[in-house]
């Protein structure tokens, strides 16, 4: 299994951008599919991105298409979550995670994945 840790989140105001970052602390990434999963205290948790192991196809929940784009850079072992257009609604605990088996067409929930970083905490503020 791939040990996760993430990084970049932080305090943003609405319509600003944060970059997440999430390295493999062991292990390696570039065998996975991997995702960006976000947790709001009274919430629902949605998976928001997911990417394929070679880069080549991605996915996005409705709520964060056209604003959020995911990426991997397999030689640094890293796979990063850039946000744009930040909202209030944004306000979550993101976890990176990587996913278990490949990367069908529709977004992955929860259970489908393997190994999850600590979270990294993003607030925007009005």
């Known amino acids: 299994q791939v040990q996760l840790v993430e990084s970049g989140g932080g305090l943003v105001q609405a319509g600003g951008s944060l970059r997440l970052s999430c390295a493999a602390s062991?292990?390696?990434?570039?065998?996975?599919?991997m995702g960006w999963f976000r947790q709001a205290p009274g919430k629902e948790g949605e998976t928001v991105a997911v990417?394929?192991?070679?880069?080549?196809?991605?996915l996005y929940a409705d709520s964060v298409k056209g604003r959020f784009t995911i990426s991997r850079d397999n030689n640094k072992n890293t796979v990063h979550l850039q946000m744009n257009s930040l909202k209030p609604e944004d306000t979550a605990v993101y976890y990176c995670?990587?996913?278990?088996?490949?990367?069908?067409?529709?977004?992955?929930?929860?259970?489908?994945?393997?190994?999850w970083g600590q979270g990294t905490q993003v607030t925007v503020s009005m």
């Open positions: 062991r292990g390696t990434l570039s065998s996975y599919a």
């Open positions: 990417i394929t192991w070679s880069g080549a196809r991605t």
């Open positions: 995670a990587s996913k278990i088996g490949g990367l069908g067409f529709s977004l992955p929930t929860k259970e489908d994945f393997g190994s």
